[in-house]
C-alpha cells in the first residue's frame, strides 16, 4: 500500500520534472530515462513513454519526429499551458514546501 501510494506522488514530481526539461530544450525519451536515473527514479520505457504521450494528450507536451541515423526519434517540448501548469506546480511547491519546514 505505501508503495502505490508514493508511487503516485514520484509520479507527479517526474511529470514536474518533465516539464522543466522540456522548458529548457526539446529533449525524446531515452534521453531523460537517463536524466531520471540521475535523480534516483528508476524509470523503464513501458511507463515513460505512456506518461509522455498523456502529457501530450493533455496538451501539455507536444512532440515532433526527428529522423537520426535513420531511425525516428520522437522529441518532446512544453506547450503554452504546458508552462502555466509548470509555474503553477513551482508557486505551490515552493508555498507547500516552505510550509512544512516552518
Do not use: C
Not at 522543466?20 to 530515462?33: E, L, S, T, V
Not at 523503464?44 to 526519434?73: A, C, D, F, Q, V
Amino acid at each position: 500500500m505505501q508503495a502505490q501510494i508514493l508511487r503516485k506522488f514520484f509520479l507527479g514530481f517526474i511529470q514536474i520534472h518533465i516539464l522543466h526539461h522540456a522548458k529548457k530544450d526539446p529533449f525524446y525519451g531515452a534521453w531523460m530515462i537517463e536524466e531520471l536515473k540521475e535523480h534516483g527514479y528508476d524509470m523503464s520505457p513501458g511507463t515513460l513513454y505512456p506518461l509522455l504521450h498523456s502529457m501530450e494528450s493533455k496538451g501539455l507536451l507536444e512532440k515532433e519526429e526527428k529522423t537520426i541515423g535513420g531511425k525516428i526519434r520522437k522529441y518532446y517540448q512544453i506547450t503554452t499551458l504546458g508552462n502555466e501548469v509548470l509555474e503553477e506546480a513551482r508557486r505551490k511547491a515552493y508555498e507547500l514546501f516552505k510550509e512544512i519546514r516552518d
